[in-house]
DNA sequence: ACCCATTGAATGAATAGCCATTCATTTTCA
DNA sequence: TGAAAATGAATGGCTATTCATTCAATGGGT
């Protein structure tokens, strides 16, 4: 029986979605068995294939079912008349606050985003542009009023505030007994960035 | 029979450990098959267990290999009397050109160790440390001198730092067509670096 | 110079275990 | 009561690892 599209938001897919995305994060995507995600969302192993085609589709649907939600969650924030300053602000700030309220999804999609077979890698590349995206546009808009410093390349610098904002926001998640708030991070984050690109 | 250490340094130890970096670059850890690394070394495929425990102990020594190479060279390039801008500047440069000319490694290191059992995760994180403190220890000798802010906590941003350049550097080893040279990145990323540091 | 015994390296076919996926059967519920 | 959903034991494919066998180099004896 094919995977039908009315299957999803159902709540058993939802329960196993939840259930992958812990498992794929403790163990990690190869180390897991479909029979670990059955178990942990409290199914047989046979339903899995009731709601996705095969484990890859797992993995997929972790991946698109949250990034699109980030995308417009970041989108809705910094939208409106606020400075390139503050929006920038508070994509660090919602950054943070995204990967520290969904740690184990947060895990997945970084392992996802970098691995995994050619098609997948495009297939992910496209959703997390437009997530990138949104930083370039603010970065043009703060040259455009004359806040940020033209010799910038907003398609270069876009990626290295990502990575910084990534970056931290992974090891404060996978960090054991945390040394500094997350606090601490978005304000020194925010700091730097802002003090780089102003002119 | 072990592995006996005289092994290690062997010039068909290195043939494999170079075979292996390249087929897990190409299709990643766990889609690698111990036979294809057999046949990029043009060896038997018993033979690799003759200079390897298993699999996982290829992926561990490619890491030990280049990582203890890597923070070496940084560590020679920032020593010295130089000013602290002028060293993070050559870090910046010198990450950048390691990922550059080491393109297998770096994709192994940055993509697969990620995603690899919490052995492996908790291995890695004391080399890993070893290579941030690189950086860590240029913002303090900053902070001493007065060029780099009081107000930055070293400990904090050497990850902000270090995540911008090796996303950046990543990036750029696996765009397709590259849209801007190295020497722009790294002109970027000092640029912004520095400014946002700078009391 | 030649022979051949010894040793360690290398080989690759065979093994064995794992685990994704299937599907005959059972359960649920409308 | 029958269709849909769920189950989980059985299957089959895949591949890491092993190991009996082959190969090559060395050197001691003639």
Redesign the pocket.
């Known amino acids: 029986m094919p995977v039908s599209i009315q299957k999803i938001g159902t709540e058993?897919y939802q329960k196993i979605i939840q259930a992958a995305t812990r498992v794929f994060a403790q163990k990690g995507f190869y180390n897991?068995?479909?029979?670990d995600v059955a178990k942990e969302a409290q199914?047989?192993?046979?339903?899995i294939?009731?709601y996705f085609k095969?484990?890859d589709d797992l993995l997929i649907s972790i991946f698109e079912n949250s990034m699109d939600t980030f995308t417009a969650e970041v989108q809705k924030i910094i939208s409106g008349a606020l400075d390139p300053v503050e929006k920038l602000k508070r994509f660090i700030n919602l950054h943070l606050e995204l990967v520290k309220s969904n740690q184990d999804t947060a895990q997945v999609l970084q392992i996802e985003l970098r691995q995994s077979s050619k098609f997948m890698k495009e297939y992910a590349a496209t959703k997390f542009r437009d997530y990138l995206n949104l930083v370039s546009q603010i970065l043009e808009e703060g040259q455009q009023q004359g806040v940020f410093r033209e010799s910038i390349d907003p398609m270069i610098v876009k990626r290295a505030i990502f990575g910084a904002v990534d970056e931290m926001a992974l090891d404060w998640v996978l960090m054991k007994k945390k040394k500094y708030s997350m606090e601490d991070v978005a304000s020194q984050l925010c700091e730097m960035m802002i003090n780089g690109l102003k002119v």
């Open positions: 058993k897991a068995k479909v029979a199914v047989a192993d046979g339903t294939y009731l095969n484990k």
